[in-house]
DNA sequence: TTAGGGTTAG
């Protein structure tokens, strides 16, 4: 119990000092706490009236709408058991429901007051139309609503707000005006609302000028985030330096605006201006400068600000150890990513899909299925960033099989296939080798989103269906979705792998002259590649020479490609030179330059350039094979619950991490490769017997559990898994795919128990 | 009773 909890039943109980008490909770961000301080009002005899009732119900919408996923907590079914049993007499008897979400909770309430006479009053309907807009129930908010006889300002406010925050925007602005055609004045709360709900910044500036709103601290706070939301930083800026007081809220929103477009710069003067008035930077200071550092020359500056976080006691706070984490990760210090984790004294779901993110970010899906693991075994669900992260990550590695995993996971649950989970889904179908897959997906999503469009164009693309792409790209535009950058990348790679010539031309034409999309290394590239391919070199060359932008690898990397195709030697020894002058470094240039010289039968140069690669470590990306062996082994006819299973792998130099599924229960190995050396494997945390064993004998699960050996340059393996019986025999279903993940030393440094 | 800067996702 906290000091306030004390403080307060230690004196003479009563209602008011409960009251109190709960108001010091949603001032503490700590909603679930009024549910347990209710239980204890209940202990002390203390009758709540419909104020307790308004409070509570705020209490059961804050704690429904900060817990994503629709987990119940445990306090709230604590508080609902309380209802039922001590306030059995005074207040309902509440109708079960077998769905425990805490919108029961809120639910339950709402009956306890319909029972006890306490909501008809319209503060008590307001703050109950609240509480369904934060659970999304916009039904059972409109039908409240439309039950409020003398519809008060608040009346409004709390509907605009409920659609605003469900993203029903128009219905927002609908019921503003609504409001206005029916005399009810706007107050500060409407236009809060009003902005939050996507309106424009601009009318809704005219319109609090008009109304002398603009005065009121909240209102022009709001505009100013506003137009720093949209990107309009100077507008944001004006407006913040016409205002009479100084506050961190604006400044932030207008610093956060900078750190979005990458201006660290503006970033950095923010933060003099905070500093030189005095004003303390608090957690989401910390979180939007750390944010802004995506540019490798800007590094320095995330560990000066982690510096900062740790003098002034901010890294402490998960916002910013968070923001820590996905900044290190985007330089690939995954192992500061891991260690800022290890150290955060809670953990929430939010941070393990920071740390998830940040692995998959850096390259390292294997791990990022591990910390998801340890999620699991910590009792967090996935949320749909969590899966959208780790389909990302399927892609990445190409795991199929986890991937529809995920995929059955999404549709289990019920986790809406939108935008983010949509496209996640159609990029890991697409990576995989589904590409029908990805167009169920795409089907089934209602309202494509132009990156879910850019997803299925890439696709197609990718698998060579030009044509497919190209139609997508006139659905999009018909759809009046305006295209972009990446957008456009997809059709000129369609292009390119159709050999589309005059298409390509043309998209690359209108795609500055009617989109005002500025073509960046990526469309050179891969114009130069369309043409070049085309034997168009002249024309290719041309395309070089009068771009805006100086041309990196890439771009006469396409032009040396087409010159292997074409077997023109002689501008592709003059190409050479120029790609060696950039980067001497890549083993795609050797690569090139050894095909080029092989097309003309010079062996004797192949052999230097492949030396050359050799002595430069050229040849530094290794690449990831995955081989799958699917074999059904017949075991014994007793249970066997200790199954001994020797696979015959052989071991090569490098170290490898193996996963064997056994059923659907994927199994990782690290297999270190000296000889007789124990085998370490990994259990990942599931519904399998073996799993919930071991974790029944020692709630530490141990990360890796010695069950084998490498002998003689076979595994042998100790699996202690649950076979299952046809009827005639037990069996075991085992599937083993190998993947050479890279050198062990290092996914060993991430796991304690070693 | 209604609202207000931020982190994680394609």
Redesign the pocket.
């Known amino acids: 119990m906290n000091l306030a909890s004390s403080i307060v039943l230690s004196t003479k109980s009563n209602l008011s000092s409960f009251h109190s008490l709960f108001k010091f909770c949603f001032d503490t961000k700590n909603p679930r706490r009024v549910l347990l301080t209710f239980r204890e009002l209940l202990n002390y005899n203390e009758k709540p009236n419909d104020f307790t009732f308004?409070l509570l119900i705020?209490a059961c919408a804050l704690s429904c709408s900060s817990s994503f996923g629709f987990k119940p907590t445990f306090e709230a079914n604590q508080i609902h058991t309380h209802l039922i049993k001590s306030g059995a007499d005074q207040f309902i008897l509440v109708p079960s429901c077998a769905r425990h979400e805490l919108i029961f909770q809120g639910r339950t309430i709402h009956g306890f007051g319909i029972k006890s006479g306490l909501d008809s009053g319209?503060?008590v309907k307001?703050?109950l139309t609240?509480m369904y807009a934060r659970c999304a129930d916009l039904e059972a908010a409109e039908c409240l609503f439309e039950e409020i006889v003398e519809k008060?300002?608040?009346s409004w406010?709390?509907m605009i707000?409920a659609y605003g925050?469900n993203g029903f925007f128009n219905d927002a602005m609908l019921y503003f005006k609504q409001m206005r055609e029916r005399n009810v004045e706007a107050n500060?709360?409407t236009m809060?609302?009003l902005l939050?709900a996507n309106a424009n910044p601009e009318s809704t500036h005219c319109f609090v000028i008009k109304t002398a709103l603009i005065d009121k601290?909240?209102v022009n706070?709001?505009l100013v985030?506003e137009y720093a939301?949209r990107g309009d930083s100077k507008s944001a800026e004006v407006l913040y330096k016409s205002l009479p007081q100084r506050n961190?809220?604006p400044l932030?929103?207008i610093l956060?605006s900078h750190a979005e477009n990458g201006n660290m710069s503006s970033v950095m003067e923010c933060f003099a201006q905070i500093q030189q008035l005095d004003m303390k930077p608090?957690?989401?200071?910390m979180?939007?400068i750390l944010?802004g550092v995506t540019d490798p020359c800007h590094f320095g500056i995330g560990l000066a600000f982690h510096s900062y976080g740790i003098k002034s006691g901010l890294s402490i706070d998960?916002?910013v150890a968070?923001?820590l984490i996905?900044m290190y990760s985007k330089f690939d210090h995954i192992e500061a990513a891991f260690s800022l984790f290890f150290d955060m004294h809670e953990k929430p779901l939010?941070s393990w899909?920071?740390l998830i993110?940040g692995c998959?970010?850096s390259g390292k899906a294997t791990d990022a299925f591990e910390v998801f693991c340890q999620m699991k075994m910590h009792g967090h669900g996935p949320d749909?960033?969590t899966i959208?992260?780790l389909l990302?990550g399927c892609g990445q590695l190409g795991h199929l099989q986890f991937g529809e995993r995920l995929h059955n996971y999404v549709l289990r649950n019920n986790i809406e296939v939108e935008?983010?989970v949509g496209?996640?889904l159609i990029?890991m179908y697409t990576k995989c080798g589904r590409i029908e897959r990805a167009e169920n997906v795409f089907k089934s999503i209602k309202d494509p989103?132009l990156?879910?469009w850019n997803?299925m164009i890439s696709g197609y693309s990718l698998y060579g269906f030009e044509h497919k792409a190209l139609s997508c790209f006139s659905k999009l535009q018909e759809q009046g979705i305006k295209p972009d950058h990446i957008t456009f990348l997809g059709v000129l790679a369609a292009c390119t792998h159709g050999g589309l010539v005059d298409e390509g031309r043309k998209y690359f034409e209108i795609m500055r002259k009617e989109f005002n999309v500025m073509p960046g290394l990526q469309h050179y590239a891969c114009s130069v590649s369309l043409l070049g391919r085309a034997g168009l070199l002249e024309e290719a060359l041309i395309l070089i020479k009068d771009m805006e932008i100086k041309p990196d690898f890439a771009v006469w990397g396409a032009l040396l490609n087409a010159c292997c195709i074409h077997q023109e030697l002689r501008i592709g020894e003059y190409l050479a030179k120029k790609l060696f002058l950039l980067d001497n470094s890549s083993g795609g240039f050797y690569v090139l330059m050894s095909n080029l010289y092989a097309t003309k039968g010079k062996w004797d140069e192949v052999a230097k350039v492949r030396k050359m690669m050799r002595e430069t470590g050229g040849d530094g990306c290794s690449g990831i094979s995955v081989i799958e062996v699917n074999s059904l082994i017949q075991l014994s006819q007793t249970i066997p619950r200790r199954v001994i299973l020797s696979l015959n792998i052989q071991l090569e130099k490098s170290c490898y991490c193996y996963k064997i599924v056994l059923k659907d229960i994927p199994l990782w190995i690290i297999a270190p490769c000296s000889e007789n050396r124990q085998m370490l494997i990994h259990l990942m945390p599931h519904s399998c017997s073996a799993c919930s064993e071991t974790r029944k004998r020692n709630l530490n699960l141990p990360l890796w559990y010695k069950a084998g050996a490498i002998k003689y340059g076979f595994v042998h393996l100790i699996l202690i898994g649950t076979p299952y019986n046809n009827g005639d025999a037990w069996l075991l279903f085992v599937q083993i795919s190998v993947a050479h993940v890279g050198p062990v030393d290092n996914l060993l440094d991430h796991f304690y128990d070693l």
């Open positions: 308004a705020k319209s503060q307001n703050a609240s008060s300002v608040v406010n709390t707000g925050q500060e709360v809060v609302c939050s601290c909240s706070t709001s985030c939301r961190l809220v932030t929103a956060s608090d957690a989401v200071t979180v939007s944010h998960n916002l968070n923001g996905s939010i899909n920071s993110s998959v970010q749909a960033i959208a992260t990302s935008s983010f496209t996640a990029d989103c990156v879910t997803s």
